[in-house]
């Protein structure tokens, strides 16, 4: 089966200006996941979707991140404007469904800000 | 709390030679424990969870409610099981996983 796919591989910006993420899931799951990891740390959930709707966003910093993930399929995960600390590698992940199941990483995007 | 700890950032050790990579939890009601490996330019991906108590490339692993840990282990090393590993909890109060800073494994010639 194909596996989570998630575009662009790398990008560098500067600081306050906005990026944007994609991220498509493995066919038929419906739990999508976004986490952000940063160097040396292990990955940091985020936001989570269960079909197009929002389980957990407790730790998504609301005044510049925002994701959507519309039609329960695909999602985006934007930052604007982005600040230094969140140069990182972001992660999507999918599952069947909410719960202790496994999660299906993608590539990730590793965002460079200076 | 929900935390998950992992002491060794690097583990190094001589292939054949025994290997167990330590993680510690916290969380007060019943964990579902993982480990997820990454490979050198490979994704992150599922070694193993407690509830199946399998072995997966040789690794095993048992939880330790008293002791609150979830060791991986593996008798003897092979160079390919270098590797960056974390260990994961799932906690269903808050149905999230908490990854753990993960160790590197590095198998020695």
């Known amino acids: 089966e194909a596996g989570v796919a998630q575009s662009p591989r790398y990008k560098i910006i500067e600081k306050r200006q906005s990026v944007a993420f994609w991220c498509n899931p493995i066919?038929?799951?419906?739990?999508l996941y976004w986490y952000q990891q940063i160097l040396g740390q292990g990955p940091k959930l985020l936001i989570q979707?269960?079909?197009?709707?929002?389980?957990?966003d407790s730790q998504l910093p609301k005044d510049r991140f925002s994701a959507e993930r519309l039609k329960g399929v695909d999602s985006t995960l934007k930052i604007q404007p982005a600040k230094l600390e969140d140069s990182a590698v972001y992660l999507c992940?999918?599952?069947?469904?909410?719960?202790?199941?496994?999660?299906?990483f993608g590539p990730g995007t590793r965002l460079t800000v200076t | 709390a929900q935390r998950v700890t992992q002491p060794e950032k690097l583990l190094s050790v001589f292939k054949g030679a025994p290997v167990e990579l330590k993680c510690n939890y916290s969380y007060s009601g019943s964990p579902e424990l993982f480990w997820y490996v990454q490979y050198s330019r490979q994704r992150l991906q599922l070694l193993l969870r407690h509830i199946s108590r399998e072995s997966i490339k040789g690794f095993t692993a048992d939880l330790n409610k008293g002791e609150t840990s979830f060791h991986l282990k593996k008798p003897f090393a092979q160079e390919e099981d270098s590797a960056m590993y974390y260990c994961?909890?799932?906690?269903?109060?808050?149905?999230?996983?908490?990854f753990g800073t993960g160790t590197l494994l590095a198998v020695q010639p």
């Open positions: 066919s038929g799951h419906a739990t």
């Open positions: 992940a999918s599952s069947l469904m909410t719960g202790p199941y496994e999660q299906y």
């Open positions: 994961a909890l799932y906690g269903g109060a808050t149905n999230k996983l908490i």
């Open positions: 979707f269960q079909n197009n709707g929002v389980v957990d």
